[in-house]
């Protein structure tokens, strides 16, 4: 599936119910793509003013828009559900950026940092946190025009765990509890 590139900047994406759903950047639209054939089946609206990352936890779209806070759609009306505000030791998280559900928590990378954070999705509160910056270092080493961290995939078949960053060389696997 291709985006008008002179219209839409593509960003989050997630799979569930047999559709994918993808957000854009600026433009308050979504996409929804069969599972099978990828060939748009629909779109959609939502009121955050950017798109960023977008997972799910199995019955609802969870996305981030680059500020503190986490919506949850419902997958059907794109109503919101729920907005959860992400917090540290009581201080506020901003640039909450890419998005993957793990058993039952949220992992999201922080925009132009090389952090990870666990968060609860009860209460938004980031109970463990990553830094990945010796893998940066190694992606800037193999090629200088490496930027920053930003891409969480779980396979929950094989139990692991994939990171990357804007135009990093190498995917990483990473083993750490989850």
Do not use: H, V
């Given at each position: 599936a291709e985006l008008d590139r002179n219209i839409y900047f593509g960003e989050g994406i997630t799979f569930l119910n047999g559709k994918v759903f993808q957000l854009t950047y600026?433009?308050?639209?979504?996409?929804i793509y069969d599972g099978k054939t990828f060939k748009n089946i629909g779109k959609f609206t939502y009121t955050n003013r950017e798109g960023?990352?977008?997972?799910?936890?199995?019955?609802?779209?969870?996305?981030?828009?680059?500020?503190?806070?986490?919506?949850?759609?419902?997958?059907?009306?794109f109503a919101v559900t729920k907005t959860l505000d992400v917090a540290e030791n009581n201080y506020v998280v901003e640039n909450i950026n890419e998005l993957e559900y793990i058993k039952g928590f949220i992992y999201a990378n922080i925009w132009m940092t090389n952090t990870i954070v666990k968060i609860d999705p009860n209460t938004g509160d980031v109970v463990a946190k990553m830094d990945l910056s010796d893998l940066s270092r190694q992606s800037k080493e193999k090629h200088p025009g490496s930027l920053e961290m930003n891409g969480i995939a779980y396979d929950s078949v094989s139990n692991k765990l994939l990171v990357t960053g804007k135009m990093w060389p190498t995917i990483y696997q990473i083993k750490f509890p989850l």
């Open positions: 600026k433009n308050q639209m979504g996409f960023w990352g977008l997972t799910t936890d199995g019955k609802s779209l969870i996305m981030s828009d680059g500020t503190s806070y986490i919506t949850y759609l419902d997958p059907t009306s």
